[in-house]
């Protein structure tokens, strides 16, 4: 069954440095999401993104987020200038359509450490 | 604002009974409710949906959720729990608006343990 891929698994950061995750989603998916975990707490949404354009983006998502769709296959989230409070689980997730009734498909994860 | 709410933090069940995960939930428009699971260091794996028809979804490695329109309730539902279904679950919601790629809203989580 194909799968959301997810790069690195673990990515450990000093304060103050950028940050690129990587994510790969299923390959005919058009709807592309990035979501973070804060350790302990829930799931929380970032960024939606759909015809090489955001759709729409949380309050999290401010001036040090940006996503991209640099070529077919990966789509990125990069933070410009990390923080402590940036700490978390980073899931990218995919949809074959943007319907309502269309359940989100998870990678992985990737751990974000800053120190 | 639509949200989730998973009211309980930990669930424990032996094996063989029946288990019952929590969620009720608030949206403008017509819901569309989800179930997710998550085993440790993976990510979250759809086991289920409500759109619309029966109230009674059936899903993944044999679990359903009842959707309760007038409890605003969608409740994840086993009827023999297997020790290979601890793990965490999630409850989200999408609202009614027309745009096609509405965020999920997540519950907080709920983490289940079965225990042999």
């Known amino acids: 069954e194909p799968e959301v891929t997810q790069t690195p698994s673990h990515q450990v950061t000093q304060m103050g440095q950028e940050v690129i995750l990587r994510c790969v989603p299923i390959s005919n998916h058009l709807y592309f999401y990035w979501y973070r975990q804060i350790l302990g707490q829930k799931v929380e949404f970032l960024v939606s993104?759909?015809?090489?354009?955001?759709?729409?983006k949380s309050e999290i998502f401010d001036d040090q987020f940006s996503v991209e769709r640099p070529d077919g296959s990966n789509f990125t989230l990069k933070i410009r200038s990390t923080k402590l409070e940036d700490s978390a689980m980073y899931f990218c997730a995919s949809s074959e359509q943007g319907a309502k009734n269309q359940p989100q498909h998870f990678g992985d994860g990737t751990r974000l450490s800053i120190l | 604002a639509q949200s989730v709410a998973q009211p309980e933090d930990q669930v424990n069940v032996a094996e063989g009974n029946p288990l019952t995960v929590k969620c009720t939930y608030s949206v403008s428009g017509n819901p569309y409710l989800f179930w997710y699971v998550q085993y440790p260091n993976r990510g979250l794996q759809f086991l289920l949906k409500?759109?619309?028809?029966?109230?009674l979804v059936k899903g993944s490695y044999g679990f359903e959720a009842e959707f309760n329109k007038s409890q605003t309730s969608f409740h994840l539902k086993k009827p023999s729990a297997l020790v290979s279904d601890s793990a965490l679950y999630f409850c989200?919601?999408?609202?009614?608006?027309?745009?096609?790629?509405?965020?999920?809203?997540f519950g907080k989580g709920t983490r289940l343990s079965v225990i042999a």
């Open positions: 409500y759109i619309t028809g029966d109230n």
């Open positions: 989200a919601v999408r609202d009614g608006r027309n745009s096609g790629n509405t965020p999920l809203v």
């Open positions: 993104f759909y015809n090489n354009e955001i759709s729409e």
